[in-house]
T-cell receptor
Framework: KAGVTQTPRYLIKTRGQQVTLSCSPISGHRSVSWYQQTPGQGLQFLFEYFSETQRNKGNFPGRFSGRQFSNSRSEMNVSTLELGDSALYLC?????????????FGSGTRLTVV | GDSVTQMEGPVTLSEEAFLTINCTYTATGYPSLFWYVQYPGEGLQLLLKATKADDKGSNKGFEATYRKETTSFHLEKGSVQVSDSAVYFCACTAGNNRKLIWGLGTSLAVNP
């Protein structure tokens, strides 16, 4: 079966712009989590969605938002981009959000803010 | 608070050498423990996991044992290959919501 699909793979944006990233989970998976990965901070949890509801949220400013659709696809939006938002954004899906079973990650979207 | 600490890299080994990457955790309740691997240009893949004390997770020649008494989950492999070059992340679940807590990752480079 298809894995987790993230689009686009690469993105270059200017400071102050906004960006929307997309994630399609594995078919049947209802939980989608988003992470920001940077060399200095490692993996930082952004938020988790389950059945269209945000279930957990990390410590990011309100410029970072997300949503999940009825087909479990999820989008993440970052408004008023800052240079420090340059990172690899990873999406992970799981069957029911219970991390005991582990997550399946996409290949990520590499965002560069200039 | 809940945290995962893993040894800093980079780790550089010759092919067929023995690998250990240390990982310790602090978490309330009964955490599950994981090792993920990230190959260059890719997302993370689950390498192995253990869900209770004394469990041993294993996959692709890698092993890790859940040691509750030392709150550790060290990753080992008896004979590394060049294809094992990657970044390895230790993680544990924490709290009632079972959120994943991540280590900072350890970069491994294996030379022929």
């Amino acid at each position: 079966k298809a894995g987790v699909t993230q689009t686009p793979r690469y993105l270059i944006k200017t400071r102050g712009q906004q960006v929307t990233l997309s994630c399609s989970p594995i078919s049947g998976h209802r939980s989608v989590s988003w992470y920001q990965q940077t060399p200095g901070q490692g993996l930082q949890f952004l938020f988790e969605y389950f059945s269209e509801t945000q279930r957990n949220k990390g410590n990011f400013p309100g410029r970072f938002s997300g949503r999940q659709f009825s087909n479990s696809r999820s989008e993440m939006n970052v408004s008023t981009l800052e240079l420090g938002d340059s990172a690899l954004y990873l999406c992970a899906s799981s069957l029911a959000g219970q991390s005991n079973y582990g997550y399946t990650f996409g290949s990520g979207t590499r965002l560069t803010v200039v | 608070g809940d945290s995962v600490t893993q040894m800093e890299g980079p780790v550089t080994l010759s092919e067929e050498a023995f690998l250990t990457i240390n990982c310790t955790y602090t978490a309330t309740g009964y955490p599950s423990l994981f090792w993920y691997v990230q190959y260059p240009g890719e997302g993370l893949q689950l390498l192995l996991k253990a869900t209770k004390a004394d469990d041993k997770g294993s996959n692709k020649g890698f092993e890790a044992t859940y040691r509750k008494e030392t709150t550790s989950f060290h990753l080992e492999k008896g004979s590394v290959q060049v294809s094992d070059s990657a970044v390895y992340f230790c993680a544990c679940t924490a709290g009632n919501n079972r959120k994943l807590i991540w280590g900072l990752g350890t970069s491994l480079a294996v030379n022929p």
